[in-house]
């Protein structure tokens, strides 16, 4: 099992790439990532998020614990969130991270998520987004195991 992301966009600029890299390389089982990048609609505005949420929906599965990354979500402190991937991991649950495109998601990727997290009220561009969660991740991880990483 293992952290599948869902997410809206081009592939990992360099930089990104790098930086992905050197977490990803740490995680371990099942704090493991899989991305699946999906391309950016080329309709406008409200035409793009409804296709864009359509293909996201398509992706995801009646079991796996979907969170939704969305600026309008809930704060949760980096243990908070380790203990909430631990106990999904523990229900043998399948997990999925949704980063939605430019657009955000509709209504049905909302009604779908289990939990909606907001990484902060600032909003970001994706490709930081996705640095900034697979860092999570990782912290995620050595939280669960009480690694040095994370100094609370």
Known sequence: MSIR?????????????????????RLNKPFNVEWD??????????????EESRRIMLRLGDSEYVILLDERGGNISSPDFSKLLTNQFNLARPITIVIGGAFGVDESVCGRANYVWSLSKLVFPHQLVRLLLIEQLYRAQEIAKNGPYHHS
């Open 5 to 25: 992301i869902v997410a809206i966009g081009k592939k990992h600029e360099p930089w990104v790439h790098d930086g992905l890299k050197r977490y990803q390389t």
């Open 37 to 50: 990048l999906l391309p950016h609609s080329t309709l406008p505005n409200d035409m793009a998020r409804q």
